[in-house]
């Protein structure tokens, strides 16, 4: 009895505290209108990116969802304008649009309809992502992780620079991950055909999105668009799933995650604050967490190692020749 006492009424300040961080990690949108502005955000059925959507749509965004699979990104959709009913009306519209960041030739068929369609863009959040799977490879051949994370993206945005310039102030908001921190740039085997580690390979995807937003802001300075990267934390996604827990760990898992990791609309505060709030109007090539600036290791800071992978990614990915 007294051992169940105590498991209770742990349990209980367990769930009380984690009530409160919540309610203090879910506040980055609160009072901003978002009225008027149209919002590409990838990867956004699930997830970091589905919480962003609909928070931007209850900030009355149009919100385009660049999504790899049409069908769960449909049901997605009717879910989110469910739970955001009437506080989108007015304004918030939600649009799904096939992309498939695997594909260069989806990317490019994306965008060309986003540029026939769309008369501005305001906000790009490069959301989507592939964590430590099994050694494969996108369909024009480069390693998933690095095509996906970093190249997919890489094509995406350079693609819609144009439009973001025209529709100035604009963002572009790179989410990347405290990962990052292990990763390095090898140029030597960038598609990892000489060895694959899949932890290696998502750290270096990731240390790439920050070295590509960090030279973005550079070659956009004066512009009035604007880019900054960031990490979201530990949070409950289903990026996971190439990750095998064993069998007699998930209950416990399940416990730890549920306890002290974020939910996807915690998780999701980072991106909808650079996307919308006016206290980052004209900052860039910053990286963000939890809403704060925060400092970057030397490696992630290196301008040479910047410039040399945008020239190389830009041949790998068909924009140079």
């Known amino acids: 009895a007294a051992a169940a006492a105590v498991a209770l009424g742990g349990g209980l300040l367990l769930a009380a505290w984690r009530w409160l961080r919540g309610a203090a990690r879910t506040a980055a949108g609160t009072g901003t209108s978002m009225r008027g502005k149209t919002v590409i955000i990838t990867g956004a059925n699930s997830g970091l990116g589905r919480a962003a959507a609909a928070e ?46 695997a594909s260069i030739r989806s990317v490019r068929a994306f965008c060309h309809r986003v540029l026939q369609e769309e008369p501005r863009l305001d906000v790009l959040i490069n959301n989507a992502g592939i964590f430590q799977c099994p050694y494969m490879k996108t369909e024009d051949g480069f390693e998933m992780q690095f095509g996906v994370n970093h ?8 693609l ?64 009035g668009v604007t880019v900054n990267s960031l990490h979201p934390g530990i949070v409950r996604t289903n990026l996971g799933r190439y990750v095998n827990i064993p069998l007699l760990a998930k209950p416990l898992f399940n416990l730890v995650s549920w306890a002290f990791f974020k939910t996807p609309l915690e998780g999701a505060q980072t991106s909808i604050y ?10 860039s090539g910053k990286y963000f967490g939890d809403c704060k600036e925060e400092e970057l290791l030397p490696k992630a800071m290196d301008d040479l190692v910047a410039r040399k992978l945008w020239d190389i990614s830009e041949v790998m990915v068909g924009l140079l020749k």
């Not at 190249?151 to 350079?158: D, S, W």
């Open 56 to 101: 931007l749509l209850r900030m009355r965004a149009r919100v385009i969802m660049g999504c790899r699979d049409r069908v769960r990104a449909e049901r997605a959709a009717r879910e989110i304008r469910a739970e955001v009913g009437e506080q989108a009306e007015g304004g918030g519209e939600l649009v799904v649009r096939e992309l498939d960041l």
């Open 151 to 158: 190249l997919g993206h890489f094509l995406l945005t350079n």
């Open 160 to 223: 819609l620079l144009g439009l973001l310039k025209h529709s100035a102030p604009s963002r572009i908001v790179v989410v990347s991950s405290k990962l990052y921190k292990y990763g390095e740039i090898n140029f030597e085997d960038l598609n990892s055909e000489i060895s694959y580690n899949k932890s290696f390979c998502y750290s270096r995807s990731k240390l790439a999105n920050i070295l590509f937003a960090r030279e973005l802001a550079r070659r956009l300075e004066g512009t």
């Open 274 to 283: 650079l996307a919308s709030s006016p206290d980052v109007e004209g900052v």
